[in-house]
């Protein structure tokens, strides 16, 4: 396989990991929120809501709205680790 | 006031006028500027969470922030913001800064008629702007519009390169994060100034929110980072929102306007003379005074004053000047102003 191949390959797989990844953590912390909360709040961007669930079905699914919550998510781990 | 310290000359002397305009001329861009004309675009879509929840409450705020800080609003809210009403407001009110609150798309800044979206801004009209500020609480403007704007004589545009978004139960959080941008440009701060100011709430906002642990943490602190980082500055770092257009300020109180034609930096002049007297009737204020300028439009004691009248025949009190009371920026080329004053027969 030539070497511009093997690189977009494993590039490829490595985001998706990294998205994998993503997707399990905001797994875990739906998880770990209580339900009344899950419910009452809402994310408002453009013209959508959404709960928790929803975005998590978003981030399954690959919408730009998953890919951008997952990304705010990503974001803010690296952030937050630059702030210790 | 006590007067802490006179120049060299106490008499009178006879300048050429010329000599004192080109010296202030010189220290003209320190001139303070004033609170002009607002458009602020806020529609409002009924069953809308962000303009409903958000965005329009926000800008009422900034409308009340405006209005406190003296400048004129033209506010086109719901379905007054139709592109009909923007383009005219532009064109026959001339605002000196427009701020749109809505849904944005890259190369659209929505309106509204009939409790619809409506395109307000796009390419084809943003030209009308131009020369002026254009600051949006919008998506994705500023990836598009925003670059064509500038192009097309926008003098600076402040927006956001990707969606704008906030959480419900937290929109009061959100809501003064994204308007200390446009608070800054109307207290006549530069749009570097007011990017910075902006950028600062967003990521306070993002560390209060880790603060508070649980929900705010987790899932809504993201989004106002997310809100910080795609926040964009245009154009002119410099440019200042507020017209240059000139005053007699009073120091203790805000502007009343008794126009004169030019600007320069403020000296304390007439002290205790019935010469000029803020609108609102305080005597013995410490007053600025436009002495570049031909004429005043109004003095309280009489007709109006002209400039150079009161250069030649109060020379004298122009020399009583307290310089601790000049911005610190201006003291120097005021004060080689009057030293050449002085030394001038």
């Known amino acids: 396989m030539a070497a511009d191949d093997k690189f977009s390959e494993r590039e490829s797989q490595d985001k998706e990991l990294l998205r994998?990844?993503?997707?399990?953590?905001?797994?875990?912390?739906?998880?770990?929120?209580?339900?009344?909360?899950?419910?009452?709040?809402?994310?408002?961007?453009?013209?959508?809501?959404?709960?928790?669930?929803?975005?998590?079905?978003?981030?399954?699914?690959?919408?730009?709205?998953?890919?951008?919550?997952?990304?705010?998510?990503?974001r803010s781990r690296m952030e937050r680790m630059r702030r210790k | 006031m006590v007067t802490k310290r006179v120049s060299k000359a106490t008499s009178v002397?006879?300048?050429?006028?010329?000599?004192?305009?080109?010296?202030?001329?010189?220290?003209?861009?320190?001139?303070?500027?004033?609170?002009?004309?607002?458009?602020?675009?806020?529609?409002?879509?009924?069953?809308?969470?962000?303009?409903?929840?958000?965005?329009?409450n926000w800008a009422a705020d900034v409308k009340q922030k405006a209005i406190d800080e003296g400048w004129t609003v033209i506010d086109l809210n719901a379905n007054n913001a139709t592109r009909e009403n923007i383009e005219a407001s532009i064109t026959d009110d001339r605002p000196d800064l427009?701020?749109?609150?809505?849904?944005?798309?890259?190369?659209?800044?929505?309106?509204?008629?009939?409790?619809?979206?409506?395109?307000?801004?796009?390419?084809?009209?943003i030209g009308l702007a131009t020369g002026r500020i254009v600051s949006t609480v919008s998506c994705y403007t500023a990836a598009g519009l925003?670059?064509?704007?500038?192009?097309?004589?926008?003098?600076?545009?402040?927006?956001?390169?990707?969606?704008?978004?906030?959480?419900?139960?937290?929109?009061?959080?959100?809501?003064?994060?994204?308007?200390?941008?446009?608070?800054?440009?109307?207290?006549?701060?530069?749009?570097?100034?007011?990017?910075?100011?902006?950028?600062a709430a967003y990521d306070a906002l993002y560390v209060d929110l880790l603060g508070r642990g649980g929900f705010a943490a987790t899932h809504v602190a993201p989004t106002a980072l997310h809100d910080r980082d795609c926040f964009a500055m245009l154009g002119s770092s410099t440019a200042v929102a507020c017209p240059r257009s000139l005053t007699v300020h009073c120091y203790a109180i805000p502007d009343n306007v008794v126009p004169c034609r030019y600007g320069i930096p403020r000296m304390t002049v007439c002290k205790g003379l019935p010469i000029f007297r803020c609108n609102a009737g305080l005597p013995d204020s410490v007053i600025s005074i436009c002495a570049a300028?031909?004429?005043?439009?109004?003095?309280?004691?009489?007709?109006?004053?002209?400039i150079r009248e009161i250069i030649e025949d109060y020379p004298r009190d122009l020399m009583l000047v307290d310089i601790d009371k000049i911005p610190q920026d201006m003291r120097k080329a005021f004060t080689q102003m009057m030293e050449r004053m002085g030394s001038e027969k």
Request: with cysteine.
């Open chain 2, 98 to 125: 427009i701020i749109h609150y809505d849904h944005g798309s890259t190369f659209t800044m929505w309106g509204q008629e009939s409790n619809a979206l409506e395109a307000g801004l796009d390419e084809l009209n």
């Open chain 2, 146 to 199: 925003g670059p064509a704007a500038i192009g097309d004589g926008v003098v600076a545009y402040l927006g956001y390169t990707e969606p704008h978004a906030f959480w419900t139960g937290f929109e009061n959080d959100f809501g003064p994060a994204a308007n200390a941008a446009n608070y800054a440009l109307l207290e006549c701060k530069t749009v570097q100034e007011s990017f910075d100011i902006g950028w």
């Open chain 2, 13 to 56: 002397v006879s300048v050429s006028i010329q000599d004192r305009l080109a010296v202030l001329e010189k220290i003209w861009h320190w001139h303070v500027t004033r609170p002009g004309k607002l458009l602020l675009i806020r529609p409002r879509i009924p069953g809308d969470g962000y303009t409903e929840i958000g965005s329009n």
């Open chain 1, 20 to 74: 994998q990844l993503e997707i399990q953590t905001l797994e875990k912390t739906i998880q770990d929120t209580p339900l009344e909360e899950r419910e009452k709040y809402k994310l408002i961007v453009g013209n959508r809501s959404f709960t928790l669930e929803q975005i998590l079905a978003e981030a399954k699914e690959g919408t730009e709205y998953g890919d951008m919550f997952l990304k705010m998510q990503s």
């Open chain 2, 293 to 306: 300028m031909p004429d005043l439009n109004m003095c309280a004691a009489g007709p109006p004053l002209r």
